[in-house]
């Protein structure tokens, strides 16, 4: 099977998080791209997003990630909570996309999400709380959602 690693970021202001909305697809998703197999994705990465969003990014700390098998394919996911640099303003640059949107976390359901912001929701709980974005990652126990592994980003 061919291994496809895809790094993604999640942009926040406060108790929101950045989507894209893929105009074709008529759903949102996350910033960022596939990534050939190397041992520092985070430099393809962070050069995706600026082509998407003309933004730089300054500050990340990796999540998690997660191994779908889809069609023949190994694919990984990549999450990791970034801070971008204020002195260039935040827009679209790619056609591929119409517009973007800060969505609020406890709305996201509310909303056509592509398959791979809804394998980060079913792997990870994100929780805003005293100025802190959280992610929990889920495990199945006996049939009941345990959260662990917390890892917190402090936006102020």
């Not at 996350?30 to 997003?49: D, Y």
């Not at 300054?58 to 023949?72: C, H, L, P, S, T």
């Not at 996911?77 to 790619?94: D, P, T």
């Not at 005293?130 to 917390?150: I, R, W």
């Amino acid at each position: 099977m061919i291994k496809i690693n895809i790094g993604q970021f999640i942009i926040n202001k406060k108790n929101t998080i950045l989507l894209l909305h893929k105009d074709e697809e008529e759903w949102f998703e996350l910033p960022g791209s596939c990534i050939r197999q190397s041992t520092n994705i985070i430099k393809p990465l962070k050069k995706s997003v600026k082509k998407i969003l003309n933004i730089d990014i300054k500050k990340f700390k990796y999540i998690g990630r997660k191994e779908v098998n889809e069609n023949n394919l190994i694919l990984c996911y990549h999450w990791f909570h970034a801070l971008y640099k204020n002195n260039k303003k935040l827009r679209l640059i790619q056609k591929k996309y119409d517009y973007y949107k800060f969505i609020e976390i406890d709305k996201l359901n509310q909303f056509k999400i592509s398959p791979n912001v809804q394998i980060l929701l079913n792997n990870f709980e994100i929780i805003f709380k005293d100025k802190l974005l959280y992610f929990y990652k889920k495990s199945k126990f006996n049939n009941k959602c345990v959260f662990n592994e917390l890892s917190e980003f402090l936006f102020v």
